[in-house]
Nanobody
Framework: QVQLVESGGGLVQAGGSLRLSCAASGRTFSNYDMGWFRQAPGKEREFVAAITRFGTSTYYADSLKGRFTISRDNAKTVYLQMNSLKPEDTAIYYC???????????????????WGQGTQVTVSS
């Protein structure tokens, strides 16, 4: 069982930066693929970024490449660095986890088994 707790959201002006954190419980954290997804009001939850177990590979939504960076450390934390934020980045951001090494697409929401409660990011114009 994995429990995920996100933090770091808030209100920021367009062009600013935020770093989200996701603290994970569980003894086998390094074996899990980790992902970030977001959901804007009235829209479906969408893929943002993912990092494979052991941090060997990263994957991003095409529209976010170059602005967002996902990383993980050995202390059971995954980060999402968000730069040059735009009003359209406003959403609730969710951290997710799944068992790694199974070759499943990283951008597939349905393949992630564990979810955090989300953290609100609001970008003002």
């Amino acid at each position: 069982q994995v429990q995920l707790v996100e933090s770091g959201g808030g209100l920021v002006q367009a062009g600013g930066s935020l770093r989200l954190s996701c603290a994970a419980s569980g003894r086998t954290f390094s074996n899990y693929d980790m992902g970030w997804f977001r959901q804007a009001p009235g829209k479906e939850r969408e893929f943002v970024a993912a990092i494979t177990r052991f941090g060997t590979s990263t994957y991003y939504a095409d529209s976010l490449k170059g602005r967002f960076t996902i990383s993980r450390d050995n202390a059971k934390t995954v980060y999402l660095q968000m730069n040059s934020l735009k009003p359209e980045d406003t959403a609730i951001y969710y951290c997710a986890a799944r068992g790694g090494g199974l070759g499943r697409p990283l951008d597939r929401l349905s393949t992630f088994d564990y979810w955090g409660q989300g953290t609100q990011v609001t970008v003002s114009s």
